[in-house]
Structures are given as structure tokens and as C-alpha cells.
């Protein structure tokens, strides 16, 4: 399965790097488990694009390949090694809280800098919300 877009751009051994020692063979291009690596990468790189939109530029798209990097490494650490998946402190845990991270990092920076897809932004100019209730209306029942 060739991968496209955003998920081409996802390097295999910057996530066997997140995996430490581990060598599953789900990383090695050689197996017949690979088609499942690309299979989640395209799983993860979609739940990043509606964050990032297709095509995210410089910096931007650095961070959002290293949160599918970071995204696959937890799913295939929780997939492959459930039994070492104890408590919060565990490896699979601390994956996806970092991925997580990473997505929040994200959405603060598509929505700073206007580029959030699918949001549609409010056109024209809106009075200042005012406090509830009012001060200047009596308050009754």
C-alpha cells in the first residue's frame, strides 16, 4: 500500500525509534505485516489532516509527521506488547499522552494562525458580549 500526502513523509525509524529496543516486525519493509504499518499510519495521518489540513508547510508539517510518527509508535505498542501495559507509568501510555500533546499543539497553531479546515469563521463584526445578566435589566422571575 503506497502511502500519499502527509503520511509519505512518515519515516519508520523515527517510530522504531520511539519504540526503543523493540523490533516488531510490522517495521520491516520486508514482512507481510508492513501493509498493517501503513494501514495504521493512514489511520493516524487522517486524524491529523482534519487538524492540519492536507498539505500544513514548514515547521508546521514537521510537527504534524512527528505526532504520526508518535501516534503509530503508541498504537503498535499497545497492539503488539498489551501484557506490558500496566498503569499509566506504562510505555503505551506515555506514547499516547505525548501524541495527544502533539495534536493539542497542533490545533493551537491551525487556530492561530486561521487555518483550522471545516471551522467556518464568523463574517462581519459582532457587538462585545455583555455580562449575564444584565446589570441594566432587572433581574425577576
Request: charged share 20%.
Amino acid at each position: 500500500m503506497a502511502l500519499d500526502g502527509i503520511a509519505a513523509d512518515v519515516d519508520v525509524q523515527q517510530v522504531h525509534a520511539l519504540l526503543l529496543a523493540r523490533q516488531p516486525a510490522i517495521l520491516d519493509p520486508t514482512s507481510e505485516e508492513h501493509e498493517l504499518f501503513a494501514s495504521e499510519v493512514k489511520g493516524i495521518a487522517t486524524e491529523v489532516v482534519a487538524i492540519t489540513g492536507p498539505s500544513p508547510t514548514g515547521t508546521f508539517k514537521d510537527l504534524a509527521v512527528r505526532a504520526i510518527e508518535v501516534g503509530v509508535a503508541a498504537q503498535i505498542e499497545y497492539a503488539l506488547f498489551p501484557e506490558q501495559q500496566l498503569g499509566d507509568g506504562s510505555r503505551g501510555a506515555m506514547l499516547t499522552a505525548r501524541y495527544e500533546a502533539l495534536l493539542a499543539r497542533l490545533g493551537a497553531a491551525a487556530n492561530a494562525a486561521g487555518e483550522v479546515p471545516g471551522v467556518a469563521r464568523p463574517v462581519g463584526s459582532f457587538p462585545t458580549a455583555r455580562r449575564y445578566p444584565d446589570p441594566v435589566e432587572p433581574w425577576s422571575c
